[in-house]
């Protein structure tokens, strides 16, 4: 069973910057498509980024494309967030995911491996 365990989450002010990391254990995840996902409370775990197997395709939420990038290390079973330009609006709890079709969808029902999430908070 793959363990993803997220880090690099903390407390920033607006215009900061920061990298998320997914560390995968278990199986290699190298096939699979990973995604970013964020939730506050009261609502639903919403999409941010994908990316695939392979890493050439890439997908964003329209809110943070230009800030965010996706990217993975297969070798090292990881897959990273950089964040630039945060906004208070950012602040949730981030959750990496895998999705076992190994593309990059943006639905929450395509994941089936989640990791227990990391907090993001940007103040103004």
């Known amino acids: 069973q793959v363990q993803l365990v997220e880090s690099g989450g903390g407390l920033v002010q607006a215009g900061d910057s920061l990298r998320l990391s997914c560390a995968a254990s278990g199986p290699s995840v190298s096939s699979y498509g990973m995604g970013w996902f964020h939730q506050v409370p009261g609502k639903e775990r919403e999409f941010v980024a994908g990316?695939?197997?392979?890493?050439?395709?890439?997908n964003y939420a329209d809110s943070v494309k230009g800030r965010f990038t996706i990217s993975r290390d297969n070798a090292k079973n990881t897959v990273y967030r950089q964040m630039n330009s945060l906004k208070p609006e950012d602040t949730a709890v981030y959750y990496c995911?895998?999705?076992?079709?190994?593309?990059?969808?943006?639905?929450?029902?395509?994941?089936?491996?989640w990791g227990q999430g990391t907090q993001v908070t940007v103040s103004s």
């Open positions: 990316i695939s197997w392979g890493g050439g395709s890439t």
């Open positions: 995911a895998t999705d076992p079709s190994g593309r990059n969808g943006r639905r929450a029902y395509e994941y089936n491996y």
